[in-house]
């Protein structure tokens, strides 16, 4: 279905535009860079969205341990509906709120450095397999990749705090940088036993060599390290 919609969108919406819009020198590469970006937000968006609600569902979890109702006022179209409008009305908080930047910050980094943290996060689905086809970035080297831009997050939170010009906070976030750092190494550690009995870092073909029951999945045979990932 989704490959379907994906489809008509290029034929009857973007094939018209570009030929509409740009030069006939330039429609091929504008075609590829506007398919490119239409996969880049059918990831993004929906990976967005579901780290929204799973906060929320945080906060209800957290709530019902500690005895309160949790996040139950915004709701959606004029419904309570158990507060399923509170992700929605906090990304517009968000985006609307002042940003404040301290006095003698470095303002360059000081605003870089969410993106240097979040960005990584994101480009890390490109290589995340949907199905036996459907992949951004069908790249031999994926699980190494993966590794390889989940580490990159710790660097904006060091920079946001060497930006922010003030010891406590930079003194935080090397508290924090350390807790993001310790769980590498387990998690690596764990995902070297898929690595070998897979025998290859493309994330496709370690989803194929799982294909099968239940059974075939890699979890059961590595317990121990499945344990040791999942806790890391």
């Known amino acids: 279905m989704l490959e379907t919609l994906y489809h008509l969108i290029s034929q009857y919406i973007l094939l018209p535009l570009i030929l509409f819009v740009f030069p006939v020198d330039y429609q091929i590469e504008a075609m590829i860079f506007l398919q490119t970006t239409i996969k880049i937000l059918a990831i993004i968006i929906p990976v967005l969205i579901t780290v929204a609600y799973f906060t929320y569902a945080e906060r209800k979890v957290i709530g019902f341990i500690q005895g309160r109702i949790g996040p139950n006022r915004v709701g959606l179209f004029g419904f309570r509906l158990w507060g399923l409008g509170q992700p929605i009305a ?18 360059t980094l000081f605003v870089i450095a969410p993106i240097l943290s979040l960005a990584p996060a994101l480009a890390a689905w490109a290589v995340i397999p949907f199905d036996d086809t459907k992949v951004l970035a069908n790249i031999n080297a994926g699980l190494l990749y993966v590794l390889a831009l989940t580490s990159l997050a710790v660097y904006g939170v060091i920079i946001a705090g060497w930006a922010s010009n003030s010891k406590y906070a930079f003194l935080g976030a090397m508290r924090s940088a ?3 750092v310790a769980y590498e190494i387990a998690m690596g550690f764990a995902l070297v036993g898929v690595l070998i009995a897979a025998g290859s870092l493309n994330l496709g073909e370690i989803v194929n060599a799982q294909a099968g029951s239940v059974i075939h999945w890699f979890w059961l045979p590595l317990l121990p390290l499945f344990v040791i990932y999942f806790l890391s």
Do not use: G
């Not at 906090?90 to 303002?107: G, H, Q, T, W």
């Open 90 to 107: 906090d990304a517009v908080k968000l985006i609307v709120k002042e940003i404040v930047i301290p006095l003698n910050a470095n303002r």
């Open 178 to 180: 350390a807790q993001i």
